[in-house]
């Protein structure tokens, strides 16, 4: 039912900052119970969830790497966005977004998911 979509650029150059947008349709992100994550998957490694914002705004970041991540939302364009800041080699990935309701924190269990993007981080 509902899709997700990610953009972004796929190149970023080392110490700069990562920014990427997932765009929803067919559902809203403000729906009640509904949390909007981003999770990666470095190259030959498993996924790693990086964060999430709730339907409420709330936000909460993987302890790794909260120092470095935020992510906001637009909801008049129903999309929410993942910026990484001073990034390095090690964050090459393919980047997804999806969509967790209730909370679960099982990124297993996540329902809905975007294709992926793949960002590299080189000079």
């Known amino acids: 039912q509902v899709r997700l979509q990610e953009s972004g650029p796929g190149l970023v150059k080392p110490s700069q900052t990562l920014s990427l947008t997932c765009t929803v349709s067919?559902?809203?992100?403000?729906?009640?119970?509904?949390?909007w994550n981003w999770i990666r998957q470095p190259p030959g490694k498993g996924l790693e969830w990086i964060g999430y914002i709730a339907y409420n705004g709330d936000t909460y970041y993987s302890p790794s790497l909260k120092s470095r991540t935020s992510i906001s939302r637009d909801t008049s364009k129903n999309q929410f966005t993942l910026q990484l800041s001073s990034v390095t080699p090690e964050d090459t990935a393919v980047y997804y977004c999806?969509?967790?309701?209730?909370?679960?924190?099982?990124?297993?269990?996540?329902?809905?998911w975007g294709q992926g993007t793949q960002v590299t981080v080189s000079s």
């Open positions: 067919g559902g809203s992100i403000i729906t009640s119970y509904y949390y």
């Open positions: 999806a969509r967790d309701i209730g909370s679960t924190g099982w990124v297993a269990h996540f329902g809905s």
